[in-house]
């Protein structure tokens, strides 16, 4: 029976972490893109934002989220407490 090699592994892991790590970088980045365009047309046409995205999520049927659900890339993005309230469920 062949053994694993234990250096392998670990050089795997930490590619795994890395990749994971630059995944989540360019979601929050991507994600507080979507964020700030949206606040900065919704004031720019005299709309509230936060009222205004629970309103779109109800006329659209949008899914609401499933855990796990990271609320410090959430917030790292941009979103505020009610938000994020908002998108786990709490209303």
Same mark, same amino acid.
């Given at each position: 029976?062949?053994?694993?090699?234990?250096?392998?592994?670990?050089?795997?892991?930490? #590619?795994?972490?890395?990749? !994971?790590?630059?995944?989540?970088?360019? @979601?929050?980045?991507?994600? %507080?893109? =979507?964020?700030?365009?949206?606040?900065?047309?919704?004031?720019?046409?005299?709309?509230?934002?936060?009222?205004?995205?629970?309103?779109?999520?109800? #006329?659209?049927?949008?899914? !609401?989220?499933?855990?796990?659900?990271? @609320?410090?890339?959430?917030? %790292?993005? =941009?979103?505020?407490?009610?938000?994020?309230?908002?998108?786990?469920?709490?209303?």
């Amino acid at each position: 029976m062949a053994t694993q090699d234990s250096s392998h592994t670990s050089s795997a892991t930490e #590619q795994s972490r890395t990749c !994971r790590s630059l995944i989540l970088r360019d @979601e929050v980045g991507h994600v %507080a893109i =979507g964020n700030r365009w949206f606040h900065y047309l919704c004031k720019e046409r005299g709309l509230d934002g936060s009222q205004l995205y629970p309103q779109l999520v109800k #006329q659209y049927d949008a899914p !609401r989220m499933k855990p796990p659900f990271n @609320e410090a890339a959430r917030k %790292a993005a =941009g979103f505020t407490d009610d938000k994020i309230a908002f998108l786990l469920g709490v209303d």
